[in-house]
């Protein structure tokens, strides 16, 4: 159970998930917050206007902070989450992350570095103590875990006391994983986001992101950031999210089981170099013998697999990383990252299989 003095529910996640975010239990009262379609309110309440809050915000927040043991505030899309933590470091600030880190997320480390605003530092995640060494001085440590789509894990309580002891913040993007397998809050985290457009909406029909924050001071400076930016999520796509959170334990323990599942009848599959998987979550990378063009034929040979970017929703997808110039050179050029659906696993593996087959 969760630690309630920490913030969190006194339920099990699989409980909390389900009843936090509810208007209270009264007569005629929702079962569900609506969605709030308004551009303002009328004066002198706490909300205002349609950019400083918004009830169905506010649902979701509460359900994804309680899950994660914090506060919440969600943001347009993953992105906007992810800069407006970047944005808490002072100009010329050093960001430390891992070399395999969201293409996204470099990009953006890389445009803020091109105008001073921070210096970052790459690290191999894996490698705990080259991650301290590279703490010392710096304002941010940043990671994933696990990465996407290497799939190295962090030690996420050693990275967060050697960090602490050098005086930087920690954030993790808990994208992955979900607060259902890992909560880096309870591990000594300050920061933790969400791409809300993958697990935890999961129906791959929203974008939206989120941070968690240990702190009422960085909740503070996150809503302040989310004002003036304007990187607010609309109250259709909170709704959605949270609707789609609320299945997250078991649309995460179907896709876990079958990825698992893949990953032993894979193992030892001819066709292909190597089978990555964390040993939790639904996303395995493959590396399929042959490389590029033996990869880019299996993504088009499959019926139930889709093809696609993203990941996290209830059906199978699957992409060759290094189809995009942005993707990390140590990424192998046949690795394909499957995101591990809720279909029969049958299903799944034998779609795999004929595709793999005819790959020669
Ligand atoms: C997709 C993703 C993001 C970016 O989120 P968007 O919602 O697409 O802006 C960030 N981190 C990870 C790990 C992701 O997979």
Redesign the pocket.
């Known amino acids: 159970m969760h630690d309630a003095s920490r913030g969190a529910s006194a339920f099990h996640p699989e409980t909390t998930v389900i009843i936090a975010g509810r208007p209270p239990h009264e007569p005629d009262q929702p079962m569900s917050v609506p969605v709030h379609l308004t551009s303002t309110y009328v004066a002198g309440g706490e909300l205002e206007y349609g950019r400083y809050g918004n009830p169905s915000w506010t649902a979701f927040e509460e359900t994804l902070g309680a899950l994660e043991g914090a506060r919440c505030v969600a943001f347009a ?3 906007a989450a ?1 800069a407006a933590v970047l944005d808490l470091v002072e100009p010329g600030g050093t960001v430390v992350a891992p070399r395999h880190s ?1 293409t ?2 470099v990009a953006l480390l890389a445009e803020l570095e091109s105008k001073g605003l921070v210096q970052a530092v790459y690290v191999d995640i894996t490698d705990t103590a080259a991650v301290a060494t590279a703490s010392e001085g710096a304002a941010l440590v940043w990671f ?1 875990s696990p990465t ?1 789509p290497a799939l190295e894990v962090a030690d996420i309580p050693a990275i967060v006391a050697a960090a602490h002891a050098n005086g930087a913040l920690v954030a993790v ?1 808990n ?2 994983a979900t607060p259902i397998l890992q909560r880096p809050i309870e591990h000594g985290a300050d920061l933790v986001v969400h ?1 809300a ?2 697990y935890i909406s999961g129906h791959s029909d929203v ?1 939206m ?1 989120a941070v968690v924050a240990a702190s009422d001071e960085h909740v503070d400076a996150l809503v302040k950031r989310r004002s003036l930016f304007g990187a607010i999520p609309a109250p259709l796509e909170t709704f959605l999210a949270l609707r789609g959170l609320r299945t997250l334990p078991v649309r995460l323990e179907r896709a876990q089981s079958n990825a698992r599942e893949l990953v032993r009848r894979l193992a030892d599959h001819p066709a292909l170099d190597e089978v990555r998987y964390p040993g939790f979550g639904a996303i395995v990378s493959i590396v399929v013998r042959g490389g590029a063009d033996a990869a880019d034929a299996l993504v088009q040979r499959t019926r139930l697999w889709v093809h696609a970017t ?2 996290g929703g209830v059906e199978s997808t699957f992409e060759r990383r290094r189809r995009w110039p942005s993707e990390q050179p140590t990424i192998p050029e046949g690795l394909v990252r499957l995101s591990v659906g809720l279909e029969h696993v049958d299903d799944l593996h034998q779609d795999l299989v004929q595709a793999l087959e005819t790959l020669g």
């Open positions: 899309s993953g992105i992810i969201y996204g997320t994933e996407n993007d994208t992955f791409s457009t993958k974008l992101g993203s990941l």
